[in-house]
């Protein structure tokens, strides 16, 4: 699959690949700050954003639509970001096209299986009445009996195309049917370990990548270094994002 880019500088190429709901542009505090070094290419992911939807969602599919897009580009390498379920997969293409990628960075997620449960929101995404003359404010107050929190909802929102036909720009229900999926994580065949240099950004307040996930990391990604970001949650790169765009150049022009 041929996944839509927003490109944005000049120099060595780096993907951008964000989290589940999200788009490329939820990413673009990062790709301002690292177009002044890279060609930042900032993906959707399937299902999201502007790239198509397909009815099968996994970290090896996803990770093979980043290789073809980047293939179609005429990129044989790139640096890798990604942050939650963009981090494994950036993880999985890591593991399984380890030429392609010359350094990676995850942002607050570990190759483990997760227990978080989103079934709650997507059911209420769904349910929510798509006639025309919807209003933000009406599909604020109908997600907001079960989504507590505004800045989720303002988040999940984003998706939201308002109009003469209201719809959700994600393929929604391509993405409840895969959300077991999108929660595991399953090593591929013939495991081995990525060689190259690897940086774990985790928010110092997430419960994400809690210290028993260290030995994971370093396991599959044995050149890694695992930093946490104090007074970071989940989001790390919007509670501090002077400090992750730090941490990414540190790491993405060291020549060690």
């Avoid at 970001?81 to 607050?108: C, F, I, N, W, Y």
């Avoid at 929101?121 to 929510?128: D, F, K, S």
């Avoid at 989504?147 to 999940?156: I, Q, T, W, Y």
Wanted: proline letters at 8%; hydrophobic letters at 45%; glycine letters at 8%.
């Amino acid at each position: 699959m041929i996944l839509n880019v927003i490109e944005a500088g000049s120099g060595p190429p780096l993907v951008l690949l964000h989290g589940l709901f999200g788009t490329a542009r939820n990413l673009g505090v990062l790709s301002r700050a690292l177009s002044t070094q890279f060609r930042v290419l900032a993906m959707d992911l399937r299902n999201h954003g502007h790239s198509p939807h397909a009815a099968k969602m996994s970290y090896r599919l996803m990770a093979e639509d980043v290789a073809e897009t980047l293939a179609a580009r005429g990129i044989a390498r790139a640096a890798v970001v990604g942050h939650s379920m963009g981090g494994k997969t950036a993880m999985m293409l890591a593991l399984t096209r380890p030429e392609m990628v010359t350094r990676l960075a995850v942002l607050d997620i570990a190759p483990l299986t997760y227990s978080h449960e989103y079934d709650d929101y997507v059911r209420a995404m769904l349910a929510l009445p798509l006639t025309p003359g919807l209003t933000r404010g009406e599909a604020d107050a109908a997600l907001a009996k079960t989504v507590k929190a505004a800045p989720m909802r303002a988040f999940l929102l984003n998706n939201l195309v308002l109009g003469e036909a209201p719809h959700w720009r994600m393929g929604l229900r391509e993405i409840a049917d895969n959300m077991a999926e999108l929660l595991r994580w399953d090593d591929p065949p013939g495991l081995r370990p990525y060689p190259a240099p690897a940086l774990f950004l985790c928010g110092g307040d997430s419960d994400y990548v809690p210290p028993s996930a260290e030995p994971e990391i370093l396991s599959r990604f044995p050149r890694a270094v695992i930093r946490r970001i104090p007074g970071a949650a989940h989001w790390l790169h919007a509670d501090k994002p002077r400090e992750v765009i730090a941490a990414l150049r540190e790491f993405f022009t060291d020549a060690g």
